[in-house]
């Protein structure tokens, strides 16, 4: 068969498309990564010395991030200002040198760009998903970051224990964007901060209502009290909100805590 005999048949089989034209799908281009000139400033004023890294990310998201799904192709032309920039920005609240575990990094936001922005870092992107993995391990390799980069395949609940062998993680800072409401994400990540360690989590307009309705539940969790910051104030427009909770207090999950003794013919050990 050949390629014409493919389209007739889909064409104009039983449940095909009825003729006419076909939906146009935008081809995933180079030029959509280009760095629009009014934020040239702001790209400098984050990425530094690391520009062309960072031109080298956002070529690899507009079009091998849209091919394989990740991104989707409307965001390509706004790669700098709505993800790299806004993810940039945040590098200011991590301290020099920190370890970072970034929990749902689906194609390496922020994690990817925290570690082209900051070199210092040591960074760890947890991320379930094989095919966005696949992407992660790729791009980390192409932008010769593996010596800071790690990508570790599982849910953040399966990096803070032993589940797969390779964990326990943790680390001094926990980034997290667009993954879950901030109960469950305390839930998630406080775990895998080291105690006085914290989580940041990049949070929109939502930010102070989220604190207001789960702020009850991050104290059981062990955080401190929830704050809400602005990065990037005077370099991006808007600048990127977060929500800050200090690891305060170790609390076991109640999955972790000790199941009551049972003696040897496997009932409760009376007391
Ligand atoms: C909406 S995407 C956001 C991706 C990226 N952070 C961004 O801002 O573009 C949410 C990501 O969180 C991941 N995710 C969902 N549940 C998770 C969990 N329990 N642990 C780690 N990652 C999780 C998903 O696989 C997905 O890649």
Redesign the pocket.
Known sequence: MTHDDATADAVTGPGGTPPGPSPVRPVPSPEDAALPAELAPAARALFGDRLDLAAAYAELLATDGVVRGL?GPREAPRIWDR?LLN?AAVAERIPEGASVI??????????LVLAIARPDLQVVL????AR?TSFLIEAVQQLGLAKTVRVFR??????ATDATGTGPFSADVVT?????PLDRLSG?CLPLAVPGGRLIA?KGASAADEVAEHAEIIDRLGGGEPSVHLCGVGVIDPPTTVVEIVRERVVRPPSAKKAPKRSRGGRKRAR
Do not use: K, N, Q
């Open positions: 991104i993800h993810c970034d929990v749902g990094s689906g194609a390496g936001l922020p994690g947890v991320e379930p998903l966005r599982g849910r953040a609940d399966e990096a997290s964007r667009a993954v879950a998630w990049l």
